[in-house]
C-alpha cells in the first residue's frame, strides 16, 4: 500500500546546529507535501509545504528539500533551537478523500531534541 | 478566538462504555476531521465532515460514529469502547476544501487522550 514514513525515529543534536529531518513516501503520483511540528501537548503546526514541480523551498530558517526521483523528502532546520524540540512529521496528498483535507496521510513522525 | 476545543483532554474508560469527544471551532469553518494518533504511527483519519449535517468515513472508521449537528460541532462517539480505542484523538477543521500552496488551512486542536482498560 501507500505510505509516507521517516527514517528515523529519533535526532538529536546541538544546539546551533543544523537538522535534517528524512521523509520517504512511496505514491509517486502525490503532487504536495506538508511538514508539520508537534509539541508535546498539542496538535500538529504546519511549517512549511512544497509542491512536485519544485525541488526546494525556503522558509524561516527551514528548507524543505524534494528529490522525486528518489520519493524523498528532507526538512532542514538552521541553527536549531530549544524552542525546535518537537515531533516534525511529513505528510502528502493522497486524493482518497475528495477535495478536503483529509486527503493528507502522515508519516510515523521523527523527534527532534536539542541539547543545550 | 480559541480556535479548536477539544473535550475532555483525558479520560480512561472500561472496556464496553460509550462516551463522546467534543470539538468546538469558533472559525466558521465548513469542514472538519477527526484523528486518531499511536505511538510510533502517524494521524489517520477517522471521519470527516464537509458541512454541517453531512459525515464520510475516512481511513479508519470502524468503532466510532460522528455528528456534525451544528457548523461549529463535530462529535465523535464510541459506543462500545475496546482496549484498541486507546489513542491520542485529534480534531481539526479548515475552510477551505482543498490544500491551498503556502497556506495554513488546518487547524489542529490540543488533542484527547483516551485509555480503554
Known amino acids: 500500500g501507500e505510505s509516507v514514513g521517516l527514517h528515523l525515529p529519533t535526532l538529536s543534536v546541538q544546539e546551533g546546529d543544523n537538522s535534517i529531518i528524512n521523509c520517504a513516501y512511496s505514491?509517486?503520483?502525490?503532487?504536495?507535501f506538508i511538514w508539520y511540528k508537534q509539541e508535546s501537548g498539542k496538535g500538529p503546526q504546519f511549517i512549511i509545504d512544497?509542491?512536485?514541480?519544485?525541488d526546494k523551498r525556503q522558509g524561516q530558517r527551514v528548507t524543505v528539500l524534494l528529490n522525486k526521483t528518489v520519493k524523498h523528502l528532507s526538512l532542514q532546520i538552521a541553527a536549531t533551537q530549544p524552542g525546535d524540540s518537537a515531533v516534525y512529521f511529513c505528510?502528502?496528498?493522497?486524493?482518497?478523500?475528495?477535495?478536503?483535507?483529509?486527503?493528507?496521510?502522515f508519516g510515523k513522525g521523527t523527534k527532534l531534541s536539542v541539547k543545550p | 478566538n480559541a480556535g479548536v476545543t477539544q473535550t475532555p483532554k483525558f479520560r480512561v474508560l472500561k472496556t464496553g462504555q460509550s462516551m463522546t469527544l467534543l470539538c468546538a471551532q469558533d472559525m466558521n469553518h465548513e469542514y472538519m476531521y477527526w484523528y486518531r494518533q499511536d505511538p510510533g504511527m502517524g494521524l489517520r483519519l477517522i471521519h470527516y465532515s464537509v458541512g454541517e449535517g453531512t459525515t464520510a468515513k475516512g481511513e479508519v472508521p470502524d468503532g466510532y460514529n460522528v455528528s456534525r449537528l451544528k457548523k461549529q460541532n463535530f462529535l465523535l462517539g464510541l459506543e462500545s469502547a475496546a482496549p484498541s480505542q486507546t489513542s491520542v484523538y485529534f480534531c481539526?477543521?479548515?475552510?477551505?476544501?482543498?490544500?491551498?500552496?503556502?497556506?495554513?488551512?488546518?487547524?489542529f486542536g490540543a488533542g484527547s487522550r483516551l485509555t480503554v482498560l
Open positions: 481539526a477543521s479548515s475552510y477551505e476544501a482543498g490544500l491551498i500552496f503556502g497556506a495554513n488551512v488546518l487547524t
Open positions: 512544497i509542491r512536485s514541480n519544485m
Open positions: 505528510a502528502e496528498n493522497s486524493g482518497n478523500y475528495g477535495g478536503s483535507q483529509g486527503n493528507l496521510i
Open positions: 505514491n509517486s503520483a502525490s503532487d504536495y
